[in-house]
């Protein structure tokens, strides 16, 4: 029988305690919340500064926990079997269209 108000998506990660990081989703969630604030145009000069300096923030945060796990899954390519990783590139962009 399933649970009334449970979805089967997983939890949420538990919010950051005081000095510590945030998950790299809820940091996402709320650089979007920023952009999307600061979108609207209606923030007073000082709001939108300290909004801005806050995403700077969770941006650098979240970029810094990307290459950490871009390093975790190179060392565990490399002792897994002999894998060489390769740095993640965009794909060629077709010429001519």
């Known amino acids: ?7 089967s998506a997983s939890p ?6 005081p000095g510590e990081a945030p998950s790299f989703e809820a940091a996402l969630e709320r ?3 920023l952009v999307e ?6 923030l007073e000069l000082e709001a ?5 300096e ?3 923030a969770l941006a650098r945060g979240c970029a810094a926990q990307l290459g950490d796990a871009e390093r975790r ?3 565990l390519m490399r002792e897994g079997g002999g894998w060489v ?6 794909p060629p962009e077709a010429e001519g269209d």
């Open 31 to 33: 650089l979007e919340a």
């Open 85 to 90: 990783p390769r740095p993640l590139e965009a």
């Open 12 to 17: 949420p990660a538990p919010a950051a305690g």
């Open 54 to 56: 806050e995403g700077v």
């Open 37 to 42: 604030r600061l979108e609207q145009g209606d």
């Open 48 to 52: 939108a500064l300290a909004a801005f």
């Open 1 to 7: 029988m399933a649970r009334a108000g449970r979805s």
């Open 73 to 75: 899954i190179e060392v």
